[in-house]
């Protein structure tokens, strides 16, 4: 159908074509290649670039002020909206084509644009992307026009090699005219004169831009069902009703990650994660191993710090979600945080509770083990748990060394000591791999001096 409707097309600007406009070209525009489904925000880029305007296709996505979590580029609407918040005004944008003087109104149309190149301003503009029957709609910008060989000049976003394309007139008219309907057809243009030099709105990372090239990314793989929601950095992505989902990531990566910042952490991570919240086993376990190709050791969660991902089975509740929200943070903090410190303060939050504005965290199922351990006398002191490597701390199958991290950090916590000496250790960790001098400046001696006092307090606790 489409084939046809283009071959009458030809037809029709076949008489728009009586008498070629004259050469123009104009030059310097930096080529942009698009990135996916960005081919607005590109050509835009390059409009800019040629005024000297240094705008990236991410500051033209992130100036339309489109949700990102749509997951596409900008539509016509949106490019017009961050064209004008850039300091470019577009015009009228959509040109109405009455069929029935469709060679005299689109020669208008062509003459127009061809006028602006001659003054020097080039046009963007919404098209068919080819005349296949499945084709997509698709901004170009027209730089040119050649005379002689009755060519329309033009940057292509789409492909690496898409600086000065070239397609006949006659195909360019064809493909620029829409019919959404039969009494109603348009065609779409963006002028871009040269304006006024807006700076573009700047955002921390991640932002809206590279969050929405990571959900076009994601989507194809995303199973039915699931709801996303931004609480950034974290892309919060759950399998329950919407309503829970949004809740979830309110009421608990929200909650903790603003209280993670009240007391610890200067600054969220930088790099956007995702945050996998599954109603049940089955739906953890299918995304385990399809999505990240792996089989979990747990059945509750964990975090993968290479995919940037945490992987929640919520059924059992929310503990290992803040705990493992704990980790990106750590990561972004001190890239070779020490495991203590990193599991100790994790682990702490994994049974936690909000007092007076602030994280805090409970007795919970890690201190039995830590308690048969300094009746065994198996619990490492103080300088010895702080400086073991990271695979020593992990090869613990009784689970002392994890208790033992969790109850110096729970002991801290009841001092009031734990936002200092956490605050501290960070900036330290140039001059201090292991966190001990930390630990030894906000405690005011050397930590295993305070052992005795910390074994009376652990094992007068009780889960109780």
């Known amino acids: 159908m489409r084939l046809a409707i283009v071959a009458r097309m030809h037809l029709l600007v076949a008489l728009v074509l009586t008498a070629a406009p004259a050469s123009v070209t104009l030059t310097g525009f930096p080529f942009v290649k698009q990135k996916p489904d960005f081919c607005g925000e590109a050509v835009v880029e390059m409009a800019l670039g040629r005024l000297g305007r240094r705008v990236t296709q991410d500051d033209v996505f ?75 709609e698709h901004f170009r910008l027209i730089t040119g026009y050649d005379a002689a060989r009755d060519e329309v000049i033009y940057q292509e976003p789409a492909v690496d090699d898409g600086a000065d394309r070239r397609m006949r007139r006659e195909d360019f008219l064809a493909l620029w005219t829409f019919k959404p309907a039969k009494d109603r057809w348009m065609v779409i243009r963006l002028r871009l004169p040269p304006g006024v030099d807006i700076a573009p709105p700047t955002f921390a990372a991640p932002d809206p831009a590279t969050l929405s090239q990571h959900v076009q990314a994601r989507k194809a793989t995303l199973p039915k069902g699931t709801t996303l929601v931004w609480e950034k950095p974290f892309l919060v992505i759950g399998d329950e009703q919407p309503e829970t989902v949004r809740g979830r990531a309110k009421d608990v990566v929200r909650w903790c990650r603003d209280l993670l910042l009240k007391d610890f952490f200067l600054e969220a991570p930088a790099t956007l994660h995702e945050v996998w919240v599954l109603k049940d086993a089955p739906s953890y376990q299918r995304v385990s191993r399809e999505l990240f190709n792996t089989n979990p050791e747990t059945p509750y969660g964990y975090y993968l710090a290479r995919q940037r991902a945490l992987v929640m089975n919520i059924r059992p509740g929310y503990g290992t979600l803040t705990h493992e929200l704990v980790h990106p943070f750590m990561d972004h903090a001190w890239s070779r945080v020490p495991a203590w410190l990193n599991e100790g303060v994790a682990s702490l939050f994994e049974f936690p509770y909000e007092h007076e504005g602030h994280l805090k965290g409970r007795i919970n199922w890690r201190l039995p083990a830590l308690q048969r351990g300094l009746a065994a006398k198996t619990v490492p002191s103080f300088k010895t748990l702080t400086h073991l490597s990271d695979g020593a701390f992990y090869e613990d199958p009784d689970g002392v060394h994890y208790a033992a991290a969790r109850y110096l950090c729970f002991w801290l916590q009841e001092k009031g000591l734990l936002t200092a000496f956490v605050r501290r250790a960070l900036e330290l960790q140039d001059d201090d791999a292991t966190g001990f001098r930390a630990l030894t400046e906000v405690l005011g001696a050397d930590p295993d001096t305070k052992r005795a006092e910390w074994e009376t307090f652990v094992k007068a606790l009780s889960r109780s």
């Open 62 to 136: 992130n100036a339309s002020g489109l949700d990102p979590l749509k997951g596409r580029g900008v539509w016509t609407n949106e490019l017009a909206t961050s064209l004008r918040r850039l300091g470019v005004e577009p015009g009228k944008v959509w040109y109405r084509v009455n069929p029935k003087d469709a060679a005299t109104q689109l020669d208008a149309q062509w003459s127009a644009l061809h006028a602006d190149l001659v003054a020097g301003q080039p046009s963007i503009v919404c098209m068919h992307y080819d005349a296949s029957p499945k084709t997509t």
